[in-house]
């Protein structure tokens, strides 16, 4: 079967994989608080999406993560991790992972591991507990640190992924290097980006440039640039004190689309050929159509044919409304 290559040269390897759009959360930047889900019909079956995701890993994808919505929410989702490693074994795949809130992480850690998880990004903006909840609105940070806690003692390697929120997590950062240097968990921080209606609050009142965040560093740490890659846009420096990674995804000061190397399908089967643009592609419909995978595959190479060239996310005083309408949690970041 013919590998994916973009009409840019790009191979495409990687897959991520919102299962469902439901959350346990509700953090300020991601979703409003009175959220509309989708109606279970129009949502791929656990089966369904083992069969879409087989037909990207026989079309070269090395990669998969599971993300959401809260994918550890999904009603056995164990089952379609379980028949996803599958591709683990047989080495067609090199890595099935998750992106995680971490609330669920107690529950599951040990039997990812066991069946070929190795590492998972868990999302923590704060280590204040009282925040944890302006920030997540329904999260309990107590759970969360279980759940790391959790992840450690089965062996994951965890990545703290952390929006940086002007104003409300900008005073905790020197903290959280510590803290993870200590656990002994790479750390990312995240520009906030312009998804999705978010109700009352301003994404500019929001908006903290890494480039001002990685300075503010400087200042107490050092910061050695290194070469260390995940297949994504993070660019990564190693703090001396702590011996810890540090990364930085800049989506708004940092064009990182020329060595884009992935896709993101919807928990409805919809495929975005790139985070910040509108244009996508059903693949329910010839999921649906056939029970052999000819017409999905043409699908996709369709959907390959037509990945654009990158984004152009733009936050200013001028505009804080949504650079696309979708939320995050319908492409999982
Ligand atoms: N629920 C899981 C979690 O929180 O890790 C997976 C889905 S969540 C949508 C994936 C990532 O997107 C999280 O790290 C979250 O912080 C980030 N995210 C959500 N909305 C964002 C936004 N508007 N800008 C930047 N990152 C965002
Ligand atoms: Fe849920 Fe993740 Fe969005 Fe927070 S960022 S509301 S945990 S999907």
Redesign the pocket.
């Known amino acids: 079967m013919a590998e994916m290559i973009d009409p840019f040269g790009r191979a495409v390897n990687y897959l991520r994989v ?1 299962v469902t759009d439901r ?1 346990d ?1 509700r ?1 300020v ?2 979703m409003s608080e009175d959220m509309a889900f989708l109606p279970k019909a129009e949502v791929l079956s656990l089966e369904e999406l083992d069969r879409v995701c087989s037909a990207f890993v026989r079309r070269g994808v090395k990669k998969l993560r599971m ?5 550890l929410v999904r009603r056995n989702i164990m089952s379609l991790f379980r028949n996803l490693s599958r591709h683990l074994d047989s080495g067609a795949l090199e890595e099935l992972t998750l ?3 971490g609330s669920q992480l107690g529950r599951f850690a040990h039997e990812l591991a066991d069946l070929g998880v190795r590492r998972v ?3 923590l ?1 704060t280590l204040d507990a009282h925040k944890f909840v302006a920030i997540t609105r329904w999260g309990k940070f107590a759970k969360v640190m279980e759940g790391l806690q959790a992840a450690k003692d089965a062996g994951l390697a965890v990545k703290i ?1 952390a ?1 940086a929120l002007k104003g409300v997590n900008d005073d905790e950062f020197d903290h959280m290097i510590t803290w993870c240097g200590e656990e002994g968990f790479d750390l990312t921080f ?7 209606d ?1 109700g009352g609050e301003n994404r500019f009142d929001q908006y903290l440039p890494l480039s001002q965040l990685r300075r503010n560093l400087e200042r107490n740490w050092t910061l050695q640039d290194i070469d260390h890659r995940t297949g994504g846009p993070a660019r990564y420096v190693r703090v001396r004190e702590t011996g810890g990674r540090v990364g930085f995804i800049t989506p708004l000061t940092h064009n990182f689309c020329e060595s884009c190397n992935r896709v993101r399908l919807t928990c409805t089967g919809t495929l975005y050929m790139c985070l910040g643009q509108e244009d996508a592609a059903d693949l329910r419909t010839p999921l649906r159509l056939s029970e052999s995978d000819n017409i999905l595959d043409e699908a996709i190479s369709e959907a390959i044919a037509r990945k654009p060239k990158g984004h152009d996310f733009i936050i200013d005083r001028g505009n804080d409304g949504p650079a696309v309408s979708r ?3 319908v492409t ?2």
Request: glycine fraction near 16%; hydrophobic fraction near 25%; charge should be negative.
């Open positions: 919102s959350c959360f953090c930047y991601c993300t959401g919505g809260e994918p992106t995680t809130n990004n868990v999302s903006d992924n929006v995240i520009e906030v980006m312009p998804m999705g978010i939320h995050m949690s999982g970041g």
